[in-house]
């Protein structure tokens, strides 16, 4: 079985920082792709970022220069590094994977439980 754990949000007040993490644990045989989604209340969930696992990133207009989107293979962790937050950047944090666990014949999408950001003074 695989799984994500988040780990990293909080509250902070406009312009601090905050950096997410994202453990995929389990029967993993390799990790690809591996991102950070959000979801604001009454708003569809989002991209905010995305590391392939030639660590080639894609980031939202919105975020790009304030976010830096890492990850340490040999961990099968994905970090979000955020920076100048916004009362706009509130929201719920989603991590993304797409893992070939042990066995199977194929990847598949994995996602995390979800963590709080809220940007508040």
């Known amino acids: 079985q695989v799984q994500l754990v988040e780990s990293g949000g909080g509250l902070v007040q406009p312009g601090g920082s905050l950096r997410l993490s994202c453990a995929a644990s389990?029967?993993?045989?390799?990790?690809?792709?591996m991102g950070w989604y959000r979801q604001a209340p009454g708003k569809q969930r989002e991209l905010v970022a995305t590391?392939?696992?030639?660590?080639?990133?894609n980031y939202a207009d919105s975020v790009k220069g304030r976010f830096t989107i890492s990850r340490d293979n040999a961990k099968n962790t994905v970090y979000l590094q955020m920076n100048s937050l916004k009362p706009e950047d509130t929201a719920v944090y989603y991590c993304n994977a797409d893992i070939w666990a042990v066995g199977r014949y194929r990847s598949s999408d994995y996602w995390g439980q979800g963590t709080q950001v809220t940007v508040s003074s």
């Open positions: 590391i392939n696992s030639r660590s080639s990133t």
């Open positions: 389990g029967s993993i045989f390799s990790v690809n792709a």
